[in-house]
């Protein structure tokens, strides 16, 4: 029986118009301008959609190179709910001071095995200086 529609198991042609919503999202959501409701709203799409478009690209993306030159870093999280209230996801991230650029990142709870998996990242810059909000967490490593 034939339903009448065309298409390829696995094909993953994307419009144009969604290849450049998809784009601008990552874009505004990484520059810190959009949370997943605003662009959802932006878009006319759900948040959930643009969240799952940021997780994409995150699984695209390799990790930036942290240069030794990096001198002061801003440890800060941020939180999402997902889906519903009850799926609260936390992502931790850390910023050149001079420059508000995200260096490295992390989604999980707000937990200190979580920040540990942050730190990890940035503990090789020996000589940088971390700015905190004092969080707990934050002062057991």
Not at 59 to 86: C, N, Q, Y
Not at 127 to 136: L, P
């Amino acid at each position: 029986m034939r339903c009448g529609l065309n298409f390829v198991k696995g094909d993953d042609r994307t419009k144009p118009s969604t290849a450049v919503k998809k784009a601008l999202s990552v874009i505004l959501y990484a520059m810190g301008k959009g949370f997943f409701n605003i662009l959802g709203k932006l878009f006319g799409h759900s948040r959930s959609l643009m969240y799952r478009w940021i997780v994409e690209a995150m699984d695209r993306t390799a990790e930036p190179a942290i240069e030794g030159k990096t001198k002061e870093m801003v440890l800060d999280e941020m939180w999402h709910f997902v889906g519903s209230k009850k799926n609260k996801k936390w992502i931790l991230k850390t910023l050149g001071r001079s420059t508000r650029r995200t260096l490295a990142w992390v989604v999980g709870n707000r937990d200190a095995a979580t920040f540990q998996q942050l730190y990890n990242k940035v503990k090789h810059l020996t000589q940088c200086i971390f700015y905190t909000n004092n969080w707990d967490a934050f002062a057991r490593v």
